[in-house]
């Protein structure tokens, strides 16, 4: 039987989410009850205007999507510490030095130091000129249940709000490696207070399955929160291996 390893609670004062696929909410909604909605739209790129261009040009797609979910909730809940969350990272940079050091044996290095994996997270301080608390994680499938768990000990430390940024850039088609890809990229922007609207319980059990055959676990559980925020379920179950999480809304 699996036991109970946490359980956590906490409202949301406010989330956004912004992806390549998505212009509005209202594709967003269309996409939550039937997720084949995102594969016919073309490509899209927030156009980031309270930021001048010199700036946005530095941006990856996940900085950029960042900046677009995440800059007026951060701007209506200032002085939250951020705890940022990505299992890509800046995956698909990092393979673009790769072709440059090939090609001509040298690498920028601004494109290199902006290809570590809290970059994102670096560059958003910097551009909202904010010195608060920061936490980068490198996550795996269950990233932003990570996330949260992190926000919410911020929360149980004395902090009054936590600004929780999941994003993930899936390495393009292009590059024939094996991996496993999100189906588009995003990023999701959340502010968590002190509350019980949202319940998380971490379960785990010691009968792990058996690697052979299994498929790649999906670690864009981030898109999966926004389904959830959007149906208006009042709880969802995902399993990675010998864990399983519990998402509730209470009340």
């Given at each position: 039987?699996?036991?109970?390893?946490?359980?956590?609670?906490?409202?949301?004062?406010?989330?956004?989410v912004?992806?390549?696929?998505?212009?509005?909410?209202?594709?967003?909604?269309k996409?939550?009850?039937?997720?084949?909605?995102a594969?016919?739209?073309?490509?899209?790129?927030?156009?980031?205007?309270?930021?001048?261009?010199?700036?946005?040009?530095?941006?990856?797609?996940?900085?950029?999507?960042?900046?677009?979910?995440?800059?007026?909730?951060?701007?209506?809940?200032?002085?939250s510490?951020?705890?940022?969350?990505?299992?890509?990272?800046?995956?698909?940079?990092?393979?673009?030095?790769?072709?440059?050091?090939?090609?001509?044996?040298?690498?920028?290095?601004?494109?290199?130091?902006?290809?570590?994996?809290?970059?994102?997270?670096g560059?958003w301080?910097?551009?909202?000129?904010?010195?608060?608390e920061?936490?980068?994680?490198?996550?795996?499938?269950?990233?932003?249940?990570?996330?949260?768990?992190?926000?919410?000990?911020?929360?149980?430390?004395?902090c009054?709000?936590?600004?929780?940024?999941?994003?993930?850039?899936?390495?393009?088609?292009?590059?024939?490696?094996?991996?496993?890809?999100?189906?588009?990229?995003?990023?999701?922007?959340?502010?968590?207070?002190?509350?019980?609207?949202?319940?998380?319980?971490?379960?785990?059990?010691?009968?792990?399955?058996?690697?052979?055959?299994?498929?790649?676990?999906?670690?864009?559980?981030?898109?999966?929160?926004?389904?959830?925020?959007?149906?208006?379920?009042?709880?969802?179950r995902?399993?990675?291996?010998?864990r399983?999480?519990?998402w509730?809304?209470?009340?």
């Open positions: 039987m699996p036991s109970i390893i946490c359980r956590f609670h906490f409202d949301i004062a406010a989330w956004r912004s992806g390549s696929k998505m212009r509005d909410m209202a594709q967003w909604a996409w939550a009850e039937c997720p084949d909605f594969d016919g739209l073309p490509d899209v790129r927030p156009e980031l205007p309270f930021l001048p261009a010199m700036q946005r040009r530095r941006l990856s797609k996940a900085a950029r999507l960042v900046c677009d979910a995440a800059w007026d909730i951060a701007s209506a809940h200032p002085g510490p951020v705890v940022y969350a990505s299992h890509d990272g800046e995956m698909a940079r990092s393979f673009d030095l790769w072709l440059e050091l090939l090609k001509s044996h040298t690498v920028s290095p601004t494109s290199f130091g902006l290809s570590v994996h809290n970059a994102t997270a560059q301080s910097i551009l909202r000129q904010d010195m608060s920061q936490t980068a994680l490198a996550v795996c499938a269950d990233g932003v249940e990570t996330a949260l768990a992190e926000a919410a000990s911020l929360l149980e430390e004395g009054g709000s936590v600004l929780v940024l999941a994003a993930d850039d899936p390495l393009p088609e292009g590059y024939a490696v094996s991996a496993t890809r999100a189906p588009f990229a995003y990023a999701l922007a959340m502010v968590l207070t002190k509350g019980t609207r949202y319940s998380l319980t971490l379960s785990a059990s010691d009968d792990m399955p058996s690697e052979a055959g299994m498929l790649p676990e999906a670690y864009w559980s981030g898109l999966e929160w926004v389904r959830f925020l959007l149906n208006g379920s009042r709880e969802c995902r399993v990675y291996r010998n399983e999480w519990l509730q809304r209470n009340g």
